[in-house]
């Protein structure tokens, strides 16, 4: 009987991939909360092996598979595997590109309309009771309709999120190099053909790319200077592909009217972390004008089963000769 590893700190009674995978192979859980915590026998048996977001596969452990043909990363973001090194092993690696795709749209335009609506400073700032009972706190706000929603990164992910903000009556703009022409028609949302014009008119600006060579630290001291004054920033991508050092000053001076980042590049992050100090600080501006959540924008029970069962399907396709789909290494 085949082995299928299931490896992660919380993994559920794994009943899904047990019945999905009957007869094909047996379901192996591994608790694990990092590669060093994996258990060298077990993965040496293993035929697949299905990972959450927080594992991280290096060589190391690539090194110890020896009969594994596909890593699962039950999730979108597969940059935590070194998926190059794990073809030139034979092995393939897999995401679950779409458990998750509204629920991230739906959190970047709920953190979108969070700032731009006035909502989470108003909430913040009327619990003293000695504020006035009035709108103006968040003075000025301005209309969205017609304003630039701008999406960084067309995929699946960054299309929900444009097709909602259209929805709003926003004028949606989207910079994504590898797209090829027809969907902004299909769309009907313009393309920008370079990052500089885009943050120039944006109103809000919402990331929605992998992490990359290309795109780590692609928001930085010197792009944020490339917004428009009093715009937005929403990033649900990958942490690293924001230098949040740099928002605290831009939410100072007010270049920067708001900013909502859900992820960072080290999750969670030290106490000492420049962004987390400002956020937490009453008399900075970050205090009222950023929100942080902890990496959750994908987060609903059903998104969580289906990446489990997804993950599972994947397996069953491999290891029963099926076509795979969704490998994110075959051309490495
Ligand atoms: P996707 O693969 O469908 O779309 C990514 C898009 O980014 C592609 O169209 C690609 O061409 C584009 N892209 C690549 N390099 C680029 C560059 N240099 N500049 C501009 N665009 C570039 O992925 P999907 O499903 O839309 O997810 C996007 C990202 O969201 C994921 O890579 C993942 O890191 C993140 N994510 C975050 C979650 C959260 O809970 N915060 C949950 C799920 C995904």
Same mark, same amino acid.
Not at 33 to 39: A, S, T
Not at 236 to 246: E, F, L, Q
Not at 295 to 299: E, K, L, M, S
């Given at each position: 009987m085949k082995k299928v590893v299931v490896t992660g700190a919380e993994l559920g009674d794994l009943v899904d991939e047990r019945g999905i995978l009957a007869g094909v192979a047996e379901v192996v859980p591994m608790h694990a909360?990092?590669?060093?915590?994996?258990?060298e026998r077990v993965l040496a048996d293993a035929d697949a092996l299905m990972i959450f977001q927080t594992m991280r596969i290096s060589e190391k452990t690539l090194r110890r598979l020896?009969? @594994?043909r596909l890593i699962v990363r039950c999730g979108v973001g597969f940059d935590n595997v070194d998926y190059a090194l794990a073809r030139t092993l034979n092995i393939d690696v897999a995401n679950v590109p779409d458990y998750g795709t509204e629920e991230v749209a739906d959190s970047a335009i709920g953190l979108m309309l969070s700032l731009t609506r006035g909502i989470n400073l108003l909430n913040l700032r009327l619990r003293?009771? &000695?504020?006035?009972?009035?709108?103006? #706190?968040?003075?000025p706000l301005h209309r969205l309709r017609g304003r630039q929603y701008s999406v960084v990164g067309l995929g699946c992910i960054g299309t929900s999120a444009a097709m909602r903000a259209k929805a709003l009556g926003m004028d949606v703009a989207f910079y994504d190099p590898y797209k090829a022409d027809g969907f902004d028609k299909a769309l009907g949302i313009r393309r920008v053909e370079s990052l500089a014009e885009l943050f120039a008119t944006s109103f809000v600006v919402s990331m929605h790319c992998p992490l990359t060579v290309e795109t780590r630290g692609m928001i930085n001291a010197t792009t944020l200077a490339q917004f428009a004054r009093g715009s937005y920033l929403v990033n649900?991508?990958?942490?690293?592909?924001?230098?949040?050092? &740099?928002i605290p000053d831009a939410l100072a001076s007010r270049h920067l009217a708001g900013a909502a980042i859900d992820v960072l590049e080290k999750e969670p992050p030290d106490a000492n972390d420049p962004l987390l100090k400002a956020w937490r600080d009453?008399?900075? &501006?970050?205090?009222?004008?950023l929100i942080l959540t902890a #990496? @959750?924008?994908?987060?609903s029970e059903e998104g969580l089963a289906d990446m489990h069962r997804k993950g599972a399907e994947a397996c069953r396709r491999a290891l029963t000769g099926q076509t795979p789909r969704n490998i994110v290494n075959a051309a490495v």
């Open positions: 909360h990092n590669e060093d915590q994996l258990d020896p009969k @594994c003293d009771a &000695a504020t006035p009972w009035v709108y103006t #706190h968040p003075a649900t991508s990958r942490g690293a592909v924001v230098d949040t050092s &740099a009453p008399s900075h &501006a970050a205090y009222e004008r #990496h @959750c924008a994908f987060y």
